[in-house]
């Protein structure tokens, strides 16, 4: 802080505490203080304050009228989640510990280095990715004994099934970063099964016998501590990687979703990517939206199961409807894990003034939604009258057609 700003914080002080701090800053900075209140409600917050968060949320400090009731929370972002460094990378994780709602799937964010192992691994639940950066190479084999290896890059998912051991490495030039998905929100990535740990807890001499060779052989094995994500050499081509003679499982573990022909209207895309074109993926299904300014995803719910959320790019706000009179409303950004519990009605609209682009998750074989709008465009118009005393014109312009991503 330079001397003029030193001195106006500290007249500020002098002349009224916090709240004068606070305005002290916000005119250095040119920003107004956001205040929790609107026209005959609410008032000024004096402080204590995190401005930056406020202004992050601006509909939690001055939620839209129409909220009522005391619905969850719905948004925990990984930017407040902590990070495991290790040598190869890093990883983070929101799980129902950071996000208690969220009980059907967890999520970890994770970044390989050029190089960067997750070690072998396999855990109890499922597992789903989608690519955020980069490139990178991943290994497994299903319980026949089938073989699969594959390089990754941007909008490229996988899905290993529960049980099934795999691998993950950054490829050159810069690694990898990516989002994980599991099939149980109270999935740990600490307690997974790991390749180093077992060998670490089982005899020598088990293990000599095993592998048929002698105990000396294990003489070398690194800690568990070592490992996990770690540095190595970045492989070669795919090639050198493809084992001779191994037969490759039936259902690739892996899909490329932005090659998918998107559902396109006048605001945004929709990639949905399920067991219809990603027969391997049993148990989650996605859609990838994209949605322009001015634009938003159109009230809908789902009849099948919860939804999370995950926010790549842009600035959201999504209003969720409990029924029984509930309703909040959350902001998101990049990084940011949303969730709509099972067959709520929700919109999500575009806040910014870049591309909103989001992923929706859901611990289903197939992706479902129910359009509000196409509910009442499909509904005797003289019912829906009834029920909302609406005008002939406004009932006519219900669309009879799904549109996920709608005008603002």
């Not at 000024?44 to 619905?71: A, E, I, K, M, Y």
């Not at 510990?97 to 070690?119: D, F, Q």
């Not at 002698?214 to 795919?238: K, Q, R």
């Not at 002939?392 to 219900?398: D, H, K, S, V």
């Amino acid at each position: 802080m330079d001397d003029i700003s030193r001195r106006a914080v500290l007249a500020a002080t002098a002349a009224g505490g916090a709240l004068a701090v606070a305005s002290a800053a916000s005119a250095q900075s040119g920003e107004p203080i956001p205040q929790p209140q609107r026209p005959g409600h609410g008032g000024t917050d004096p402080g204590p304050r995190n401005l930056t968060r406020d202004r992050q949320n601006p509909d939690l400090l001055v939620p839209p009228s129409t909220d009522h009731g005391t619905l969850p929370n719905l948004r925990f972002s990984f930017s407040d989640a902590h990070i495991r460094q290790e040598s190869g990378g890093w990883t983070r994780q929101v799980t129902v510990r950071e996000l208690g709602v969220a009980k059907n799937i967890a999520g970890v964010n994770m970044r390989l280095n050029a190089g960067g192992v997750r070690e072998l691994h396999w855990h109890k639940a499922a597992e789903w990715a989608y690519m955020l950066y980069g490139t990178a190479r991943i290994t497994a084999i299903d319980a026949q004994g089938n073989n699969f290896v594959d390089d990754v890059g941007v909008g490229d998912l996988w899905y290993f099934p529960s049980g099934v051991p795999h691998s993950i490495q950054g490829l050159n030039p810069d690694g990898c970063e990516f989002l994980l998905v599991f099939d149980d929100g109270d999935f740990d990535e600490d307690n997974t099964f790991l390749l180093s740990d077992w060998f670490k807890h089982t005899p020598k001499e088990v293990l000599a016998m095993n592998f048929g060779v002698p105990t000396a052989a294990f003489g070398h094995v690194p800690d568990p501590s070592e490992l996990y994500i770690f540095a190595s050499d970045a492989p070669g081509p795919l090639a050198s990687d493809k084992m001779a003679g191994a037969k490759p499982v039936p259902q690739t573990f892996s899909h490329r979703m932005l090659a998918q022909e998107p559902i396109k209207t006048k605001s945004g895309t929709v990639r949905i990517t399920d067991t219809s074109v990603f027969p391997a993926s049993k148990t989650i299904s996605a859609a990838l939206v994209e949605v322009e300014p001015g634009g938003m995803r159109e009230m809908h719910w789902h009849p099948n199961t919860d939804e999370w959320q995950y926010y790549i790019d842009g600035q959201a706000r999504m209003g969720v409807f409990a029924a029984s009179g509930q309703a909040r409303t959350f902001d998101f950004m990049a990084s940011d894990v949303g969730y709509v519990p099972f067959a709520m009605g929700h919109y999500v609209e575009n806040t910014g003034t870049t591309s909103l682009r989001f992923l929706e998750v859901f611990k289903s074989s197939y992706y479902a939604d129910v359009s509000l709008d196409q509910w009442l465009a499909l509904t005797p118009p003289e019912l829906v009258q009834a029920h909302l005393k609406l005008d002939p014109q406004t009932l006519a312009a219900f669309r009879k057609e799904k549109v996920p991503v709608v005008p603002g």
